[in-house]
């Protein structure tokens, strides 16, 4: 029988130190890319394979990073964005060595008492937790428990005593971009359909649409004539489109808080341009200029800050400052402490990731 391959012969087919191996095998992201690179193809090349009962042992953790399985969405286009999420969060942890713990909740109760049931049976790590809001009592208890944890959204509403690490997607830098591409091709009555006042997200993405339209130089009673909001879905956005399209000033052209409530304008029957957020498959199919979020770079930054929190040392805070020069801005200061503190004292990590404009026929 062949002898095993230890983290010694890795180091020594890779020409790096065994701390090296170590750290690209436990923290990828504090090793530059080059030196990464060679140790997997040395990790590869021998064979080698990581014991998860003896990394368990030697760091008292699980392994194990929990986050919730949104709930299903009737129209089938929505829930695309969270799929992709998933399977961005399952990979980037297992290059970190860590499994993703799904779970389902129907809301936030629900997902409440799932949190004492997962930590007492399962004693997962950490958490990423999805579809922030306003007063969202999943991150309050978390932070009563101090069990690490990071968001996918941001934390809407929070006082700064009370915030945490976030990572998210710029929605109000999405619209703006939409808007802009529709006032640069001649248009000035744009209209935005939203969602109800009262969502972080929905909100947030008004926002962007709303501002642009006040550098171009609309007033306010201009911008509210031309925000119509309603439920997501694809017949909310017909009936929205015909609302605006048919008004005695009517839109020439759309911005719309979601895919689903662009298909709905599309069917419409009007053409005019409709831009959409999120990028579906449902876009791509339909020929709809649409916002993409960069979901697979969230989720990689989801895992980093709780790799960084869990080892709680000085090596993650040289990473946290190569992400913010590389991306994606955000990171509030760590302050003049030097980087012999460990990570968990500094400000909390906010990662916000920039969207991008799809062009397709719709647009």
Not at 194 to 213: E, F, I, K, Y
């Amino acid at each position: 029988m062949a002898d095993k391959v230890t983290i010694a012969d890795v180091a020594r087919h890779a020409k790096v130190s065994r701390q090296t191996v170590s750290n690209v095998l436990n923290s990828p992201e504090v090793v530059r890319e080059e030196t990464r690179l060679r140790v997997q193809e040395a990790v590869q090349a021998l064979g080698y394979r990581v014991s998860q009962a003896a990394r368990q042992m030697r760091t008292g953790r699980s392994m194990l990073i929990a986050s919730r399985i949104e709930p299903a969405q009737d129209d089938g286009i929505n829930g695309f964005v969270f799929d992709r999420y998933l399977h961005g969060l399952t990979e980037s942890a297992a290059r970190a060595g860590y499994r993703v713990l799904l779970y389902t909740a129907d809301d936030h109760d629900a997902e409440l008492a799932t949190f004492d049931d997962l930590l007492g049976v399962h004693e997962p790590d950490a958490f990423v937790l999805t579809s922030t809001d306003y007063g969202d009592p999943r991150t309050t208890r978390l932070l009563e428990l101090g069990i690490p944890f990071v968001t996918f959204g941001r934390p809407w509403g929070v006082p700064p005593e009370r915030r945490y690490p976030w990572v998210d997607v710029d929605g109000a830098a999405g619209t703006a971009l939409a808007t802009r591409y529709l006032l640069d091709a001649g248009h000035r009555r744009i209209g935005f359909l939203g969602w109800p006042g009262g969502s972080g997200v929905g909100d947030d993405r008004r926002a962007g649409w709303a501002r642009a339209l006040a550098d171009a130089g609309a007033g306010p009673a201009e911008i509210a004539e031309l925000d119509h909001r309603t439920d997501d879905g694809v017949p909310q956005g017909e009936a929205a489109a015909h609302a605006l399209i048919d008004a005695g000033r009517p839109a020439t052209a759309l911005v719309c808080v979601s895919d689903s409530l662009a298909l709905g304008a599309l069917q419409a029957g009007r053409r005019i341009p409709v831009i959409g957020f999120d990028d579906t498959p449902v876009a791509r199919a339909v020929g709809l200029t649409s916002v993409r979020q960069p979901i697979t770079e969230v989720a990689a930054s989801c895992v980093s800050i709780l790799v960084r929190l869990l080892d709680g040392d000085a090596r993650g805070r040289g990473a946290a400052g190569r992400e913010r020069e590389q991306n994606v801005g955000g990171r509030q200061d760590a302050g003049s402490g030097g980087s012999a503190s460990p990570l968990r004292e500094a400000p909390p990590e906010q990662v916000l990731h920039q969207p991008t404009l799809v062009r397709r026929q719709s647009a």
